[in-house]
């Protein structure tokens, strides 16, 4: 296992590299060299890779999520709108699934009479969130094993928080997401990373996430469920050549990485 202060005195020897063939270095490229270091080899202070692949594959042998497809007019409180066929949740504080009309799309192959589609829409951004930690001065990230309806395989590894306005404001009924605080803003914490990212423009409708990375002391103790798991930047990488393992939401934080 190669000890942190050695990537650090690596990391040094590039910069001063760079500095003698006049690259210009500024935090952001020295940020970069780290993480480029962090994942080039597995350094989990926890748990190796083979732990968290059986650790995952576990937890969705032991997922009893069951998904049926029903009629949308047995989903409870949410109706078609007679006037323009919407479908919308009666508390108005979920999304909305609207029909739009695309034209003049010369440069998509369907042509200039273009096509119509449902999407989701009226759905304010929510937070993509991951806590990132040092332990024993290698930065680990705080994901889980996340079931939802539409994954493949039930579970996917998301990010600390993936929690929408609703979500967020319980208008759903239940609980506050887990390690919600620490993404709030007016709490001031050490924010690593922060910008409105789009979804996908052909399925949503003018949405965009909030997505974060937070660092958290290293001394700082967290009560964490069994369906959460502290893995690296390496770790993370090495996970995406598994098909159907890592989800869309961690694809996109850790690509600022």
Known sequence: ????????LISDEIINCLKNNE???????????????????????????????EW????????????????IKDLE???????????????????????VKVSNTFDREVGKEGWTQPMIAKNPGGILGILMKKINGVPHYLL????????????????TL??????????????????????????NPKIIYAKWQSEDGGRFHLKSNYNMIVEIKENKELEIPDYFIWITLYQIKQLLKIENFV????RGIISYL
């Open 162 to 187: 993936q929690a929408t306005t609703s979500n967020l404001l319980k208008a759903h009924g239940g609980k506050r997401p887990l390690f919600a605080e620490y993404f709030d803003e007016s709490n």
């Open 77 to 99: 409180k949410w109706n078609i709108k007679k006037e323009s066929g919407n479908i919308s949740h009666d508390s108005k504080g979920f999304f909305e699934i609207i029909g």
């Open 23 to 53: 690259y210009k270095i500024d935090e952001d490229t020295k940020s970069r060299i780290e993480t480029m270091l962090e994942s080039i080899q597995d350094d989990n202070q926890i748990n190796k890779l083979d732990y968290v692949i």
């Open 56 to 71: 995952f594959n576990k937890k969705r042998e032991q997922s009893d999520m069951i998904v049926e497809e029903i009629d």
């Open 247 to 250: 989800g869309p939401h961690v």
């Open 144 to 159: 889980q094993a996340k079931a939802e309806p539409g994954n493949i395989g039930k579970l996917q590894l998301s990010p």
């Open 1 to 8: 296992m190669i000890k942190y202060g050695f990537i650090v």
